[in-house]
C-alpha cells in the first residue's frame, strides 16, 4: 500500500513545510498561506520522492538521446498522476498504486513549480 504523504509550500516564507514540521497553531484559512502537494508514490531514479508540483525530467524508453522532456507533475481529473506536457506520458498503474510512466525512465526530480518556474516556462 501506497504511503500517504504530503508536503506544502509556505506561501510567505517561499519554502516547503512537511507535516511533521506543522503545529497545532495552523490557522484555519491555511489555504491562503499554503499550497499543498500529495506524495505520489513514485521515486525517481535517485531514490527521491516524486510530489505533484515536481519538475521532472524523463527519457523514453526506447533510448533515443534526443527524446528527453522536462515536465512537472500533475494530479489529472480522474485523481491520477501525470506529467503536464506532453500529454502522452501518463501513470501506469497496477493493484491500484502507481508503478512507473508508461514509456519512459530515468525520471530525475530537477526542480519543482514554486522555486524553479523558469524551468516549465521555459
Partial sequence: MREIKFRAWDKNLHKFRYPDLWDNSMPSNWRDWYELMQFT???DKNGKEIYEGD???CVAIDGYEDDTRITDVIRNVSGEWQA?????IDVVYEHGLPITWGGWESKEVIGNIYENPEMINA
Fill in 41 to 43: 508514490g513514485l521515486l
Fill in 84 to 88: 503536464r506536457n506532453p500529454p502522452d
Fill in 55 to 57: 519538475i521532472v525530467e
